[in-house]
């Protein structure tokens, strides 16, 4: 399980300083549109690897016009263990990390906490490109297998250095060898986890009792279909050098997959439902990620709501909330006033965020 229970934030986008101390009780935000409600769980989702959920640069986080870097530091009750989580960047360098006050990696991170989330820009997400996808596919895996941080980042750095080679026309086959080993190493580990994990969200959401529509998921290859081992991608890769030559990038793997979704009672693709319909697609893989992360490891995640109420009707709203209570998740979500969380009753803790000449203000009713 996974509960922040105080959260400190210093110079952290539109915050000069922030103390909270929290329960383990879902934490709904409240305030004016620019209140700065989303900087809040934007502080939260840097507790996980990766640049959160904005996919923002550590300088863009700084508080302005100060300028002085930006420090978070979290207090996490976890499964086995408390954890103090401190992230810092000073002068808006890349972020440092540390774990009860030593130094670390972030993807060490994923070995301790898991963190999902929705955002507003997600709402598109089954009807644009597949980076975005993928994305979202990555952070469902990386909760299921934390050692999928590890093989993106050895596969992302060997094909960066195939794609030099490409863009400078080197033809010598022994210069791409390693490279190619190491793709299709770290590769085949890549496609494995993602399959393993589509198939334990399926298996969840057809078990549950909800009342969000189940999404059928499938992964797609770009071209073909998906290598099945280490020997297929290697194959593939060295196939496809020619054609990856004449564009000056690597043109099949993992980084092109795609994770296709349909409305399975209805048949009906993701892509061609309503808002509303592709809305509650997304919430119910998040639901059931966090069951399949309870039955599995009994690790619960921290799930990040961002404007949540927009596209789910008041049955809906208050279908989630129930689930969010009945699976004892630490769900932190947002919304411009408090009575768009009235079915929680006492069941949740409130946070009322203010603006005050550019500084946001918390307080706790």
Known sequence: ????????????????????????????????????????????????????????????????????????????ETTDRTLEIESVSENGTSRQVKIDGKPTSQVELAKHTRVLWLI????????????????????????????????????????RERNRLLKEQVLDAHWYAALENQMA????????????????????QANASTQFPIAKLELRQREGTLPETEADLLTAFAESRFRDLAVGRTMVGPHKTDMYGAYAAKGVPASDCSTGEQKALLVSIILANARALAQDQGAKPLILLDEISAHLDTDRRGALYKEICDLNLQAWMTGTEPELFSEFGNKAQFLYVTDQDGTSIISQP
């Open 1 to 76: 399980m996974s509960f922040v229970t105080s959260l400190n934030l210093s110079h952290f986008r539109s915050y000069k300083h922030v103390h909270l101390k929290l329960d383990k009780r879902p934490v709904a935000i409240f305030g004016a549109n620019g209140s700065g409600k989303t900087n809040i769980i934007e502080a939260i989702s840097l507790f996980s690897p990766g640049r959160g959920m904005r996919r923002a640069s550590a300088e863009a986080m700084m508080r302005r016009p100060e300028s002085l870097g930006w420090k978070i530091t979290g207090e996490l």
């Open 120 to 159: 507003p820009s997600m709402d598109r997400l089954w009807t644009e490109g597949a980076e975005s996808r993928r994305r979202f596919l990555d952070r469902i895996v990386l909760s299921f297998f934390p050692k999928h941080a590890e093989h993106s980042l050895s596969y992302e750095k060997a094909m």
């Open 185 to 204: 190493k770290s590769g085949t580990a890549i496609d494995r986890a993602r399959i393993k994990a589509v198939d334990r969200i399926s298996q969840a």
